[in-house]
């Protein structure tokens, strides 16, 4: 059988499913609701962007809509890009005129016509500075009606953010906090064949059949994003069709082999198994760390985990109640496999895939300098990133 690859290139075709619907439906509703303004997150590969895209060309021919990614944009540069999206190529002279000219613009729209909608994404990486053009853009009225709605997309839950009082011109005009959900191993079948059709191919199920879309669909998590990626570079790859179960490697299972985890329990319970995909991860009470332990005997940032190669040091982070590995106080030690990490009434236990660490010495005396260069390196990596290590289960949050 022949699958003509340049037909199955892109997948551009939209093919919608439950959760994705649900989000259309709800980013509707800032159409109707007087206050205007929908939060949506999801993890990469989930959809955000075509979703937005898709609401664009349901509503473009009727409304003025603006897309504009806000990730790591100084205030002028946000403004700037918001104002060319509706039309406007100015060169204005600060960022108070192109406020008023966005101010002008959206209350004109909003009387004559239809407020218009400003979808912003990657919320959660915008500077202060530029969140605060936001909240002016959100405070502007034409009589009783706000001038501009608002769709604010993040890779992650941003009630943090919104939630925060200098926040209150965007956080009280809120409609709703959506966060996309993947799709059902059905789904992803009808998902899957929808957009072979859509490349020109007749019968599906003679490229890709049932057990292979199980397969993609759980290799992927069900998001439409990493499922279009895996079954496209499967079909490519393909020497023969329909396609086996038995010739897919599972690239999760293949990188899991070499990548250590922890496993936090509480009181006997497990609360978390954390594979350390990053060369450092920040242990702490706060959120933003990256295993976060709700304990009132654990610092904010109590310490620290530093892989290297297949071995994983430990180092404290001068805690107030110390960190204890067999019941043994320490400073720093390479961990090994089955050791036991106490954390207040916290424990954490160290597990290699291979069941072994590559170095089996302690090592006592690690250099302050570079200690507090891999602190600093681990804040700093937490503030500019989503989380990445991959939580394998959570069945309680902490």
């Not at 409304?63 to 060169?91: C, K, M, P, W």
């Amino acid at each position: 059988m022949q699958v003509d690859g340049a037909g199955l290139r892109e997948f551009r075709t939209f093919v919608r499913y439950q959760a994705q619907q649900e989000a259309l439906n709800f980013l509707g509703e800032i159409l109707t609701d007087e206050r205007g303004v929908a939060l949506l997150h999801g993890p990469p590969a989930s959809g955000k962007s075509v979703i937005a895209n898709q609401f664009v060309q349901q509503n473009q021919a009727r409304l003025a809509i603006a897309v504009v990614d806000g990730s790591r944009l100084h205030t002028d540069e946000l403004l700037s890009r918001i104002l060319e999206q509706f039309g406007y190529n100015l060169a204005l002279d600060s960022t108070d005129e192109m406020i008023n000219m966005l101010h002008v613009f959206a209350v004109q729209q909003t009387r004559t016509h239809e407020p218009p909608v400003l979808i912003l994404e990657n919320i959660n990486d915008m500077y202060p500075s530029a969140l605060g053009a936001l909240c002016k853009l959100a405070s502007a009225t034409a009589g009783s009606r706000y001038a501009m709605r608002l769709v604010l997309v993040s890779n992650r839950d941003m009630s943090r953010i919104i939630d925060a009082p200098s926040m209150a011109s965007v956080s009280r005009r809120v409609i709703g906090n959506l966060q996309l959900g993947p799709m059902m191993s059905k789904e992803a079948m009808r998902y899957l064949y929808a957009k072979l059709r859509s490349g020109g191919v007749d019968r599906p199920d003679d490229v890709m059949p049932v057990d292979v879309c199980e397969k993609i669909h759980s290799m992927a998590g069900g998001w439409p994003g990493d499922m279009d990626a895996m079954a496209l570079s499967i079909i490519q790859q393909a020497k023969s069709f329909p396609i086996r179960l038995q010739d897919i490697l599972d690239p999760n299972e293949a990188a899991a082999d070499d990548i250590p985890m922890v496993i936090v329990t509480h009181m006997g319970k497990t609360l978390q198994e954390i594979r350390l995909t990053e060369k450092r991860a920040l242990i702490g009470r706060s959120d933003l760390s990256d295993v976060v332990i709700k304990d009132q005997f654990v610092s904010n940032q109590h310490a620290l985990l530093i892989r290297d190669q297949n071995a994983v040091v430990l180092v404290d982070l001068k805690s107030r109640n110390g960190t204890f590995v067999n019941s043994r106080r320490v400073q720093s030690k390479v961990l090994l496999h089955d050791d036991i990490i106490s954390l207040g009434d916290h424990r954490m236990k160290m597990v290699y895939a291979t069941g072994h660490s590559s170095i089996v010495i302690d090592d006592p005396e690690l250099a302050d300098t570079a200690k507090m260069k891999n602190i600093a390196d681990a804040r700093r990596a937490r503030e500019q990133r989503i989380p990445t290590l991959v939580p394998i289960i959570n069945k309680k949050k902490l």
